[in-house]
């Protein structure tokens, strides 16, 4: 016979339905949900927003903006996406 998991389910059995709980208290885990799966949505932004920034640099690069002008433009949009305010709430679980 297989043995269960943390959670009592046993093994080579079908997925356990989504109201199946599991306690992810033996991997170090206190939440529900592996902080890792928490983590998932800022990281996307914060990766989002350097593709971004990216884009937004060759652009200003292709229509020959001065390179002060396209330097304040980055600035602005670097420092407004790495606002502490805004980061804090972006991290918030």
């Given at each position: 016979?297989?043995?269960?998991?943390?959670?009592?389910?046993p093994?080579g059995?079908?997925?356990?339905?989504?109201?199946?709980r599991?306690?992810?208290?033996?991997?170090?885990?206190?939440?529900?949900?592996?902080?890792?799966?928490?983590m998932?949505?800022?990281?996307l932004i914060?990766?989002?927003?350097?593709?971004?920034?990216?884009i937004l640099?060759?652009?200003?690069?292709?229509?020959?903006?001065?390179?002060a002008?396209?330097?304040?433009?980055?600035?602005?949009v670097?420092?407004t996406?790495y606002y502490?305010?805004?980061?804090?709430?972006?991290?918030?679980?």
């Amino acid at each position: 016979r297989p043995p269960a998991c943390v959670c009592g389910h046993p093994r080579g059995l079908p997925a356990p339905r989504p109201s199946h709980r599991r306690t992810w208290a033996a991997f170090g885990e206190s939440a529900a949900m592996p902080s890792g799966q928490l983590m998932t949505m800022p990281l996307l932004i914060v990766n989002m927003g350097g593709e971004m920034v990216y884009i937004l640099e060759q652009r200003l690069q292709a229509q020959k903006i001065p390179e002060a002008k396209g330097q304040k433009v980055l600035s602005d949009v670097v420092r407004t996406m790495y606002y502490p305010r805004f980061i804090e709430e972006l991290l918030k679980p």
